[in-house]
């Protein structure tokens, strides 16, 4: 096996599983037997443990791995998956799992599996990322930062193999996000027989970039910058996928995504731009699908800095932002204003239109009281990648300097590919960064605890270095409560502490789209990722 994995690196090069060629993809052979996926640049890994957003999380690991459950796109409740049944204790600090039997791995060219998925391979999955003693803990040299902001190493005691198909987890307290969190494209499930091999040879790299999971399709060949080819999993305990192959294009180079789609070059299109929509609209051979996202765009605010340390200088920033004229220019009527964090879509969703409104005089007065009547110089850090939450990052952050101009604030803005949350210390000069993020679960908390809380703070991913006791005291306290509407109370009172120390500022909710060749079927929509594709068939 040794031998194997030196002899792959050795002709493919270290780092991300290379092509061993630089001939271009040919599209029209793919779509004999597949299709082709138009999606974001280059990843920096193949394993959604590592990372809390991009193209692994919310497209590739839905098609190589599977999760214990997963989350039903309509009712937002977690379902079984790997996992075909589970049990909680009276406490709600157990949890146990009753695993699915003859549910194979992938074979690759880099790896055959001798056996099926156990009850080792979820307790090794979790102990990399809860374990600073596992030898896979510090590969990568990652945060895990999905987990590092939803607190998960502090919330889990141990995870233990009962048998070869029961697996149980202990939290150190009760939490009622505890199974939507292990729902998500994050909590994916490893080999532990890999692994072990992996450290035989002394390649443990190799687990991020050469893959290999239970789910419909298996990585089979990567070309940086170019294409990622996904080939069906024979033995899928789902059934056989429709589809024998799935090319993702991560091409940076030539025209762009929409172009490629318009002349058949992708048969998918994810998340267009809201400007593309009307475009697509009147593509005769493309269908355009839409579902309500769990996401939002805000500015997150350095509230170590001196002059937006004041309160009252933040809230004057979001009452002098326009965001109905940033729907109008840049969602192009597919947005909606956002007047929390939350998105309409959640259950905790508060609308608080008093103090989330456009009011250029209150804005004035407030600046005044604050003692900068003769205006204010700051700085916004702004990503060029357009997302399902920000379609023209670009265009909204100019209307928001136009905005603060108009209030004797001069903003200058700093361009970025993209801005990650992992390495905010090479931000620390900034006064503001126009961001967001993309639930992964309809909990509330998993959208307030990894923007905002103190301990998001302490791993280094809270963008605004805010902390407030009395907010982390509600978002524990509803995690326990085990009443809904006092779950919602509390979440009701940490929305309202939000509006008024205005830590991030909220701007628009993004719609999540998906269009693609109308000889594709078997799409399915979700407003958390994207979902498997082994349903995904060409009809005509």
Partial sequence: MKILIKLTLSFCGLGL?????????????????????????????LNPQLVDSGITAEALGPQIYDTLLVLDPKTQRPSPNLAERWTVNEQGTVYTFYLRKHVPFQQTKWFSPSRNLNAEDVVFSFDRILSSYNPF?????????????????????????????TVQFTLQRPDNSFLANISTTHAVILSKEYADQLIYADEKAMIDTHPVGTGPF????MQVSDFIRLKRHPLYWKGLPKMQQVVFDIAQRGTGTLAK??????????????????????????????????????????????????????????????RQNILDSVYYGTGRIAYNILPPTSWAYQKDAVQVRYDRSYSLGLLRDAGFSNGLELSMLVPLEPTAYNPSPRKTAELIQANLKDIGI????????????????????????????SGRTGDPDSFLRPILSCDAREEGINLSQWCNEDFDFLLNLALEVDRHRYRLNLYKQAQNIINQEFPVIPIAHGMQFKAYNDSLTGFQLSPFNVQPFNLVERIK
């Fill in 137 to 165: 803990h510090n590969v990568g040299n990652s945060s895990y930062p999905w987990f590092a902001g939803i607190n998960f190493k502090h919330l889990v005691k141990s995870v233990d193999a009962i048998d070869p198909y």
């Fill in 410 to 437: 001069t903003l200058h803005l700093i361009p970025e590919e993209r801005i990650d949350r992992q390495n905010r210390s090479d931000y620390t000069d900034v006064d503001l960064y126009l961001t967001g993020w």
């Fill in 218 to 221: 298996y990585l089979d060949e």
């Fill in 17 to 45: 599983l290379a092509g061993c060629n630089d001939q271009n993809t040919d599209h029209s052979e793919i779509r004999q037997t597949g299709f082709v996926y138009c999606g974001q640049g280059t990843p920096d890994t």
């Fill in 261 to 322: 789609l318009l002349r058949n070059e992708c048969d998918v299109l994810s998340t267009p731009i809201s400007s593309q929509i009307p475009i697509i609209e009147q593509q005769k051979h493309i269908s355009l699908s839409s579902t309500p996202a769990m996401n939002v765009s805000f500015i997150a605010v350095n509230t170590t800095h001196p002059a937006i340390s004041d309160p009252r200088v933040r809230k004057a920033l979001s009452f002098a932002i326009n």
